[in-house]
């Protein structure tokens, strides 16, 4: 193989892993957004079965729910609102 080609295939091998990590992160937001809408854990626990910390689990939420159509302040008082349902548990 010369040089050439092995420099496109370690770029193809590059690629390939990117893509899968992005498919791996995906597919994290969309299982913290399920999560989120059944409602019945807190954002810690949340956190915890996709191995993140917790202001990643409510940065996901809230850019979710402003790309829906929520204004920013809205969002955080929904994810307030969610929080405290647990606090006071």
């Given at each position: 193989?010369?040089?050439?080609?092995?420099?496109l295939?370690d770029?193809?091998?590059?690629?390939?892993?990117?893509?899968?990590?992005?498919?791996?992160?995906e597919?994290?937001?969309?299982f913290?957004?399920?999560l989120w809408?059944l409602?019945?854990?807190?954002?810690?626990?949340?956190?915890?079965?996709?191995n993140?910390?917790?202001e990643?689990?409510?940065?996901?939420?809230?850019?979710h729910l402003?790309?829906?159509?929520?204004?920013?302040?809205?969002a955080?008082?929904?994810?307030?609102?969610y929080?405290?349902?647990?606090?006071?548990?």
């Open positions: 193989m010369g040089l050439q080609e092995a420099i295939d770029v193809k091998k590059q690629g390939i892993e990117i893509g899968r990590e992005e498919g791996r992160e597919m994290a937001k969309e913290v957004l399920s809408y409602q019945e854990m807190s954002f810690d626990k949340i956190a915890s079965l996709v993140e910390e917790p990643t689990i409510l940065n996901i939420i809230k850019t402003t790309k829906q159509g929520e204004t920013e302040e809205r955080q008082l929904l994810l307030d609102e929080q405290a349902k647990f606090i006071l548990e």
